[in-house]
Nanobody, 114 residues
Framework: VQLQAFGGGLAQAGGSLRLSCAASGLTEDDYAIGWFRQAPQKQRELVATVTSTGTTYYAEYVKGRFTISGDSAKNTVYLQMSSLKPDDTGVYYC?????????WGQGTVVTVSS
């Protein structure tokens, strides 16, 4: 499985960005895919996930501001980020799990200025 993340950049507080994660080689029927992030000098933390059955999960600190969605035809998962805060700054990693293994894409940097 290969995961490629796109869409990071610079935004002002209150602004929006959309991240994309293109997944290739994901042939499993039972999986989860989503996003983690890591701020400077902090641990990587879960942001949002969606399962193969469409169940979504959001961390409390992004709930109501971020939306995860998928396009199965394009094998792509999106993270729409709105009402961005400086605390959302970090490297965002696309992630997938199935058959008890984790897969990671390269990170994409999101910087939110105040």
């Amino acid at each position: 499985v290969q995961l490629q993340a796109f869409g990071g950049g610079l935004a002002q507080a209150g602004g929006s960005l959309r991240l994309s994660c293109a997944a290739s080689g994901l042939t499993e029927d039972d999986y989860a895919i989503g996003w983690f992030r890591q701020a400077p000098q902090k641990q990587r933390e879960l942001v949002a996930t969606v399962t193969s059955t469409g169940t979504t999960y959001y961390a409390e600190y992004v709930k109501g501001r971020f939306t995860i969605s998928g396009d199965s035809a394009k094998n792509t998962v999106y993270l729409q980020m709105s009402s961005l805060k400086p605390d959302d700054t970090g490297v965002y990693y696309c992630w997938s799990t199935f058959s008890f293994d984790d897969y990671w894409g390269q990170g994409t940097v999101v910087t939110v200025s105040s």
